[in-house]
């Protein structure tokens, strides 16, 4: 379960980091406010994750992942570049999450 929860925050961290860019220097208050929920739910999951998850390996994954996440919305939103080479970082990205989780650590 607490994977489950660390996804959803991970998500919930793509949330705001993709909001934070409507938000256009927080001069906008409705995607502030989106973003600032986007954000304690994201630091919220984290913490109940770590009740079993060792911190690092949580930070790790929440992060991690949601870097991934977000430079994929980047590509696919924003129209940032999609170079044989940032696919590739995004993979190692994401084959390092799922050794992290195939670890066995718990």
Known sequence: MAWIILLIGSLCEVGWLVGMKYTEGFTRLWPTVIMIFFMMASMGCLGLAMKSIPAGTAYAVWTGGSIAAV?????????????????????????GLVGLRLSGVE
């Open 71 to 95: 430079a994929i919305v980047g590509v696919i939103v924003f129209d940032e570049p999609a170079t044989p080479l940032r696919i590739a970082s995004f993979a190692l990205i994401v084959a």
